[in-house]
């Protein structure tokens, strides 16, 4: 300024124009002057805005860099789709579809708190409520309003256009099947990780990885613009299970059926395919609906097929029956003398309904007679008993990777007096799961080789531990068919043209101070076709009412269980087109000849 | 001397410009590439509800209802069944 008003009034017009001597000397002297101070201002100047600007754009760079990022870059989850749950068939039993849920900013919505009416009327909430866990949760940036919306409904909120408020993709899982598979299913959290059945055992396959990318966000929090993908999601694996969604609905409906009719209080059905291990059914009621969250209790989604165990009364007589044979003591027609009736051991006293007399194991198994099977196993070698139903798999847990799946409980031989071992002999003072207890029936079926259980489709013939002697098994199974034949216990399991092998069981339940004496647990155990066992099948009815048909007498496993066993078996043996091989029993007037040339 | 400048000066233009057509393809592409994914969400979104609708009429629960209610079927009786020998 002062340069310029000392140049304005050198060149002043109006100005004295005489010059005067040795003035022009003297005027170039201190241009010189003004200009060396100018340009060294000048320098300064540049200088320092040099110096600044290296200052900030190699020294404090990063720093800067990285606020100016903060302010305007975001990352971003990309949620991965989670892998569908099949039955075998490849029919859905779990499905995830894309939903969205709506989070806010408190902070920013806060800003702008004279839209919140307007977010409260469209999320249909009351506008107090909403506001006040805003306010509540002003220190966060980042709050769900609603979970897992319809995208269409998301996208109208979305178009509100009010600041703070986003949406973020998610997936809900949804179970087409609902109540018939919600138990071995089982179902996932809100932010959809396995939490019970298979979806929790085999959470690692069916969960994908979530990716992210980074964006720049404006001012509203509007994504602007993609700027690199950081890492692309990984969707999880499709698993595709051993169940049989056809037999599944079948056996859920005729335990329904049967549930109903005896006013029971729990039931369970498990159907194993011998020859691979593979559980084609599994079914419990009382079922919930998975699809529905708030309908969820704790104590109706427990799998009562895995994780529950019991005493399972005379259905354990037939692997007393596999030590005696396996022990070479006995033959299938050896005889014992159950006269009369009763048998005292230590300070108890085990009888039969009826004095049988001298009968074979046929009949012991046939009449469960409490008297025979006690005999037979005091007659045998505690270790001989013990190792045939550890080799069968009682007191482990069968290895299908199903979550919380119980072992049940088999103390050591070392520890068991003659009182135990009888107990024992008909199914008291140990305990198992239904699945525990299908899985030895299966072994049975399979001529004595085990084989673990698989909740996995399996394509091929499955290894397994050769644990009881082929013949022992063969004849086990041949003795069983006693139990379904006229006179047996069972006769009501039986289905038309197949020959049916099992063992009913009627065990009392242990209450507080001793065991109950109207509280029963009714099973069923079973092997179809006898000839050739392809399916076992264990049907657990947890006490059932008195039986109102038969003149209101205590209900049993023949009575309550067996039917079950019969419908669903007759159905599962169609579906699996497996031929009859009891065309003896059938009435001739159903048989057909073809080819009859 | 005189010739390098020139060319100098018209190659860095023409980089610019390189990264000007670069930029806006990307952006294009993005644009491109956001649309895909929307529509694959829809697509997926509908295949979802597809796979629910046919596995709700498909259920054998409802089959059977319709089955017995609406066209009368039964499961044959025993004796109604002939059973073909080889």
Not at chain 1, 280 to 303: C, G, H, I, W
Not at chain 2, 26 to 52: C, H, I, P, S, T
Request: aromatic share 6%; hydrophobic share 40%.
């Amino acid at each position: 300024m002062r340069s310029s008003s000392a140049n304005s009034r050198s060149s002043n017009p109006r100005a004295p124009v005489k010059p005067r001597a040795g003035d022009s000397g003297a005027q170039s002297g201190s241009h010189r002057w003004r200009s060396a101070v100018m340009l060294g201002l000048v320098c300064l100047g540049a200088a320092g805005l040099a110096a600044r600007a290296v200052e900030l754009q190699l020294l404090e760079h990063g720093f800067l860099a990285k606020q100016g990022d903060d302010r305007s870059m975001r990352v971003v989850k990309i949620a991965a789709h989670r892998g569908a749950i099949t039955d075998r068939s490849g029919e859905p039993l779990a499905l995830s579809t894309p939903v969205d849920s709506v989070w806010v900013n408190p902070q920013e919505l806060n800003d702008n708190i004279d839209q919140l009416p307007k977010l409260a009327r469209a999320l249909q909430e009351d506008p107090q409520v909403l506001a006040r866990r805003i306010t509540s949760n002003l220190d966060r940036e980042f709050l769900y309003v609603v979970r897992h919306m319809p995208p269409d409904q998301a996208a109208r909120i979305k178009a509100l256009g009010i600041p703070g408020v986003n949406l973020s993709r998610e997936y809900r899982r949804y179970y087409p099947a609902g109540e018939v598979t919600a138990h071995v299913v089982g179902f996932t959290t809100v932010d959809d990780q396995g939490q019970e059945g298979l979806e929790q055992g085999f959470d690692q396959l069916l969960n994908g990885e979530d990716g992210s990318k980074r964006v720049i966000q404006d001012l509203y929090g509007r994504y602007v613009e993609n700027i690199e993908s950081i890492r692309a999601p990984r969707p999880g694996r499709d698993l595709v299970t051993s169940i049989d969604l056809r037999i599944q609905y079948l056996a859920y409906r005729d335990l329904k059926a049967a549930m109903q009719e005896y006013q029971a209080q729990a039931g369970s059905v498990i159907v194993l395919d011998v020859d691979t291990g593979e559980v084609l059914a599994m079914v419990n009621q009382p079922s919930y609906n998975p699809n529905d969250r708030e309908q969820r209790k704790f104590d109706l989604y427990r799998n009562r097929a895995a994780t529950d165990i019991f005493e399972p009364g005379s259905s354990i007589k037939p692997f007393i029956m596999a030590a005696a044979l396996a022990s070479g003591q006995y033959r299938p027609d050896s005889v014992v003398d159950t006269s009369p009736g009763f048998i005292k051991v230590g300070t108890k006293v085990f009888e039969d309904e009826n004095n049988l007399g001298v009968i074979d194991l046929a009949t012991i198994l046939a009449k469960s007679s409490n008297v025979g099977t006690a005999k037979v196993a005091l007659s045998l070698k505690p270790e001989q008993i013990y190792k045939t139903l550890t080799g069968l798999g009682f007191g482990q847990v069968t290895g299908g990777g199903y979550p919380n799946e119980s072992a049940g409980m088999l103390s050591n031989y070392t520890h068991w007096r003659p009182i135990g071992i009888a107990t024992l002999s008909h199914g008291y003072g140990i305990s198992v799961t239904p699945l525990q207890l299908a899985h030895a029936y299966a072994t049975i079926g399979a001529g004595g080789i085990r084989r673990p259980i698989s909740f996995e489709r399996v394509t091929g013939p499955v290894p397994g531990e050769q644990v009881l002697d082929p013949k022992v098994a063969h004849e086990l199974v041949e003795l069983m068919e006693q139990v379904v034949a006229k006179g047996g216990t069972a006769t009501r399991a039986a289905v038309v043209g197949y020959k049916v092998s099992g063992k009913t069981g009627t065990a009392f339940k242990s209450i507080a101070g001793g065991y109950s004496t109207d509280k029963i647990m009714a099973v069923f155990a079973g092997l179809v076709p006898a000839s050739h066992p392809r399916i076992a099948t264990v049907v657990v009815i947890d006490e059932p009412s008195r039986d109102v048909q038969q003149g209101g007498t205590l209900a049993q496993g023949g009575t309550v269980a067996a039917p079950v066993f019969s419908s669903v078996m007759s159905g599962a043996l169609r579906l699996m087109d497996v031929p009859p091989d009891d065309l003896q029993n059938v009435p001739a007037a159903t048989l057909v000849q073809a080819n009859a040339q | 001397m005189p010739i390098i400048l020139p060319v100098l000066w018209l190659a860095v233009l023409g980089s610019a410009m390189q990264v000007i057509y670069a930029r806006h393809k990307a952006r294009a592409l993005f644009v491109q590439l956001e649309r895909l994914n929307a529509e694959r969400d829809a697509l997926e979104m509908e295949w979802g509800r597809l796979q629910l609708e046919q596995s709700y009429w498909s259920s054998h629960a409802f089959v059977e209802r319709v089955a017995n209610a609406k066209l009368q079927m039964t499961l044959p009786q025993t004796r109604d069944v002939r059973i073909v020998r080889p």
